[in-house]
T-cell receptor, first 115, second 113 residues
Framework: NAGVMQNPRHLVRRRGQEARLRCSPMKGHSHVYWYRQLPEEGLKFMVYLQKENIIDESGMPKERFSAEFPKEGPSILRIQQVVRGDSAAYFC?????????????FGSGTQLSVL | AQSVTQLGSHVSVSEGALVLLRCNYSSSVPPYLFWYVQYPNQGLQLLLKYTSAATLVKGINGFEAEFKKSETSFHLTKPSAHMSDAAEYFCAVSIKGAQKLVFGQGTRLTINP
């Protein structure tokens, strides 16, 4: 049973470009969470999604960031018009049930570098 | 709102020595507390969790943590460090029913031979 898969592992973008980060949850998991880790800081919650629904996006920046988890396919975190401050490690986690914070399985992350 | 403070961004111990990683939390309601470990180039793995049962929690790889309400602490310990314990350790807090974890900034543990 494959774990949470994130790709790409490393993503380099120039300022103003778009970044798309993908997350395939573990098989059978219908809850996905995105966290961001800025340099020298802990992971910070961004958004919680279930299939086709955004449940909690209280940690998402108001502009340029969006997330989706379609019925088919991976969850996508999209960052439009990236700026240098977006450079960070982005982690995805998944869980099988509503008590998600007790059994979160994390991916290896995507390191986004904005030049 | 919940918050977590990990004291010491870097901790270095000798192989065989006691490992102590400190975590203090703030929560207005009874918290759930977690320790995660991140090995290089890997995702976070759950080491152990406290969810209002026994205050001394045993986890994987010989780690344990004790919930002390009076000190608002949840320090992680291991009696004897092994070289394979070298990693980044994160303490996290949530509340029952909440879907999001609040993480500390992490502590990088180095083991000296």
């Amino acid at each position: 049973n494959a774990g949470v898969m994130q790709n790409p592992r490393h993503l380099v973008r120039r300022r103003g470009q778009e970044a798309r980060l993908r997350c395939s949850p573990m098989k059978g998991h219908s809850h996905v969470y995105w966290y961001r880790q800025l340099p020298e800081e802990g992971l910070k919650f961004m958004v919680y999604l279930q299939k086709e629904n955004i449940i909690d996006e209280s940690g998402m920046p108001k502009e340029r960031f969006s997330a989706e988890f379609p019925k088919e396919g991976p969850s996508i975190l999209r960052i439009q018009q990236v700026v240098r401050g977006d450079s960070a490690a982005y982690f995805c986690a998944s869980s099988p049930n509503i008590q998600g914070n007790e059994k979160l399985f994390f991916g290896s992350g995507t390191q986004l570098s904005v030049l | 709102a919940q918050s977590v403070t990990q004291l010491g961004s870097h901790v270095s111990v000798s192989e065989g020595a006691l490992v102590l990683l400190r975590c203090n939390y703030s929560s207005s309601v009874p918290p759930y507390l977690f320790w995660y470990v991140q090995y290089p180039n890997q995702g976070l793995q759950l080491l152990l969790k406290y969810t209002s049962a026994a205050t001394l929690v045993k986890g994987i790889n010989g780690f344990e943590a004790e919930f002390k309400k009076s000190e608002t602490s949840f320090h992680l310990t291991k009696p004897s460090a092994h070289m394979s314990d070298a990693a980044e350790y994160f303490c996290a807090v949530s509340i029952k029913g909440a879907q999001k974890l609040v993480f500390g900034q992490g502590t990088r543990l180095t083991i000296n031979p």
